[in-house]
């Protein structure tokens, strides 16, 4: 694996630091997505193997994505951090790097944590719990939960392998990102060896969207600025456009597959308006660092797939991600 600089113990001894504790309360990042949650619940699932009172917390009190969960066992048992006040022997901090990240309800159980633990694959400069084991190089966090609960000793079939699958195959894009390498595809055979159901899987996350998210992503399409000499495209989804399909956030969080998508756009940016923000998703077909463009807004992510923040109007955000990527082409 990579060194990080968050890194500083193996997954071994993270794995023996965990099994004299109890009382685990495992959290994510804000806005969950199938890796977030199918690593917090799969870590869930081996450490009730071993006989572990765990709680899995979400940053927000919002809606999980539909279709995860109705397909990730423990999903609907979740608890937002703001009302969780039960004991924290351990805090484990899953695909999540920062403290901004969590939030600042899931900071107070950081803050009152015996010990605390950080698995993830993004690379920053600062580490936020105690321990920390961090891997750029795996595809996915749920790979590291898959490779931890072996060490751990504990049966990986029935739930806890169908989360840490459902992790690696929406962090993958169904194995066609850049992340895809052998290491994540010898653990997907693994992974299907103990029993997950690749096909179910794929129809539960790929081929159930409604039909609200296929119109926010014709509108997307319809409105996208195609930069061909650059090679990349920029959309956009107003409040507006949520209201006039009755589409929820979820709805469209599959729309920027569709820019990626199309024949010589090599990087893709949809901005989403919230009521108070306006959120950025990045992502990269061929070597463009979208993490560097990310981080100049304030986000982070990971070299090929990135998200950021930003205030103000739709079209000064649009002006200035467009001036952001003709600098990042113009710098390679």
Excluded at 70 to 78: C, I, K, N, S, V
Excluded at 258 to 282: F, T
Aim: include cysteine.
């Amino acid at each position: 694996m990579t060194v990080t600089p968050q890194t500083n113990c193996t997954l071994e001894q993270l794995a023996d630091a965990l099994r004299p504790l109890d009382d685990f309360v495992i959290c994510g990042h804000v806005s969950p997505d199938g890796d977030c949650l199918g690593s917090q619940l799969g870590l869930a699932a081996a450490l009730r193997q071993l006989g572990k009172r765990v709680t899995c917390v979400l940053v927000k009190d919002e809606p999980i994505e539909e279709n995860l969960l109705q397909l990730l066992p423990g999903a609907a048992d979740m608890v937002p951090a703001c009302e969780y006040d039960g004991p924290v022997g351990a805090f484990v901090g899953v695909d999540v790097p920062t403290r901004e990240r969590i939030g600042q309800a899931a900071c107070g159980i950081l803050d009152r944590a015996q010990a605390s633990f950080t698995i993830d694959h993004h690379a920053v400069d600062e580490r936020m719990c105690k321990m920390a084991y961090v891997d750029p190089d795996a595809a996915s966090t749920t790979l590291l939960i898959w490779e931890l609960s072996g060490m751990l000793s504990v049966s990986r079939s029935g739930d806890l392998v169908t989360c840490c699958y459902t992790g690696l195959v929406t962090d993958t894009g169904r194995f066609q990102y850049q992340n895809t390498d052998a290491r994540c595809m010898r653990l997907a055979s693994q992974m299907v060896e103990e029993g997950a159901d690749p096909a179910s899987i794929s129809r539960a996350v790929f081929q159930n969207r409604t039909l609200a998210s296929m119109q926010l992503e014709a509108q997307a399409v319809s409105r996208a600025e195609f930069h061909e000499r650059e090679g990349f495209a920029i959309s956009y989804l107003t409040l507006q456009d949520f209201a006039r399909f009755g589409a929820v956030k979820s709805d469209a969080e599959p729309v920027i597959n569709a820019l990626r998508s199309i024949a010589g756009v090599n990087v893709a940016c949809m901005l989403r308006q919230h009521e108070d923000c306006i959120r950025g998703s990045l992502r990269a077909k061929d070597d463009t660092d979208v993490s560097a463009i990310a981080r100049s807004f304030g986000g982070g992510g990971h070299v090929a797939a990135a998200g950021f923040t930003m205030h103000g109007s739709m079209q000064e955000a649009v002006d200035q991600v467009r001036a952001a990527l003709q600098e990042a082409v113009c710098a390679r």
